[in-house]
């Protein structure tokens, strides 16, 4: 028999919020879905041995051989995937680079990989493996068009399931209609598609466990596809979460339909508590306003909700993180999350940023929500960071987590262990050097 080549697929670490006591190294978050895709794509035919490794839960194994390895990267960890990159390589071992700062920034890719994958993996990545192996991968495969149905199941096999808060995790759209002027969805062109939801409702229908998440960037962008998803789950008897717009909340169907689908919790991104910071990211459709009323609704029908803000907009000064505090306390926000506007690359915000003299540097590591990476209008960078760190201390005491959560019955054991997990990462914030420019 033909000797398997072995390959593998590697994430580098996002230093995402985790849990680590001596051999216990716990993602706070699901499991990620790019990795497990990607080997469901390759070709049984070509006889490969793979291997899956999330730096966040995993050793790298640098002393293993391999015949091919895949880096999947974002902006925030891609200083780590060159790193390896350039280790494998020195080993005499071709590495292919992918994930959607590769597509934003392909010629810097290309410095350190013999193959890169711009865009979509569907048709581009089996077609690169079947190069490989024949000896003619090419230098770079872009693949621009959608092929969303028909996707094999990700190989949740190899993932080291105890890793992670939620192991199985399903996507049932791809994209967003939106066009927030900082995200890399929007400035990669991703577009936007539905998956065909029999094949969602099989997938979800045949996981081993009754918890899993839909992983989609907004999953509620077209209300008839997901209003008859959400049906179309009810008789599963599933218990879910995920992310929507706030868009959603203005059809009176929804919420009733949530609750009957299954759905524990939803992460939003209110962003902010100014409307004029709001339109200036082009997310006007977010209302101030109506926020009581979608979180009000949200705890009528049981659904934790998570919040995300951001903190750095041009119209924020000193203040606004003591306003984003008290919102969150006053209208009892479950599990809220805080981030630091970060203006990815090819984005709106980095071109106008950039053009201004704003920004710190190019150290990609920074560029991750969690570090100041520009000067702000209205504050210094080091105001900005200390707000941000301020909010989070401030946010999740253990006094002030349980005024938020002490009422929400059976699902404390969520908004209570949520609050508790920032509680354990504001020390890493605290703890750590060199925030505003790395060393």
């Known amino acids: 028999m033909e000797k398997k080549r072995k390959l593998l697929i590697l994430m580098p670490d996002g230093r995402i919020h ?90 810097e890719a290309s410095l350190h990989a013999d193959a890169i994958v711009t865009g979509f993996a569907e048709t581009a990545w089996p077609a690169l ?34 890793g992670y808060m939620v192991p199985n995790v399903v996507s049932a759209t791809r994209g ?26 099989d997938e979800v229908k045949n996981l081993p466990k009754p918890r899993f998440v839909f992983n989609d960037v907004s999953m509620g962008e077209d209300m008839d596809y997901f209003k008859q998803l959400l049906t179309e789950l009810i008789p599963l008897k599933k218990k879910w979460g995920g992310l929507v717009s706030t868009k959603v909340f203005h059809d009176p169907e929804v919420l009733p339909l949530l609750k ?7 992460l939003l991104g209110f962003e902010s508590i100014s409307n004029i910071s709001l339109q200036h ?43 984003t505090v008290d919102f969150v306390n006053d209208y009892k926000v479950d599990i809220p999350r805080y981030a630091i506007f970060t203006p990815y690359p090819k ?15 190019y150290h990609w590591q920074h560029y991750d929500t969690q570090h100041v990476v520009f000067v702000p209008k209205l504050m210094t960078p080091e105001e900005l960071d200390r707000g941000f760190i301020w909010s989070y201390k401030k946010t999740f005491t253990v006094a002030s987590s349980l005024k938020r959560t002490i009422y929400t019955g059976k699902n404390f054991p969520i908004t209570f262990g949520g609050n508790l997990a920032y509680n354990i990462y504001i020390h890493r914030l605290m703890n750590e050097k060199n925030r505003i420019l790395p060393a």
């Not at 390895?69 to 080993?91: E, M, N, P």
């Not at 967003?176 to 409702?201: L, N, Y």
């Not at 984005?347 to 540097?361: I, S």
């Open 260 to 266: 009957k689908s299954g759905c524990l919790y939803l």
């Open 281 to 323: 990211i082009s997310k006007g459709f977010n209302k101030v306003e109506e926020y009581k009323q979608i979180i009000d609704g949200m705890h009528h029908f049981g659904i934790v909700l998570m919040a995300c803000f951001i903190f750095g907009f041009d119209e924020d000064d000193k203040t606004i993180f003591e306003k």
């Open 18 to 107: 985790k849990l680590k006591l001596g051999p216990i190294n716990k993602s706070f978050r699901e499991a990620p879905l790019t990795a497990t895709s990607l080997a469901a794509l390759v070709p049984q035919e070509l006889n490969f041995d793979i291997k899956i490794v999330d730096e966040s839960v995993d050793k790298v194994p640098l002393e293993e051989h391999f015949d091919l390895v895949a880096i999947s990267c974002l902006t925030g960890t891609v200083v780590k995937a060159y790193h390896y990159a350039d280790f494998f390589r020195s080993k005499g071992i071709p590495v292919v680079l992918g994930g959607v700062h590769v597509t934003l920034m392909p010629e």
């Open 129 to 162: 493996l079947n190069d490989f192996v024949d000896g003619k991968m090419l230098k770079h495969y872009c693949q621009t068009e959608q092929h969303f149905y028909q996707v094999p199941v990700p190989r949740r096999d190899l993932q080291r399931k105890s």
């Open 347 to 361: 984005t709106e915000a980095f071109n106008k940023l950039e053009r201004e003299g704003r920004l710190l540097h």
């Open 176 to 201: 967003c209609k939106g066009t927030c002027d900082f995200c890399s969805v929007s400035a990669a062109h991703f577009g936007w598609s539905t998956r065909p939801i029999p094949e969602v409702i």
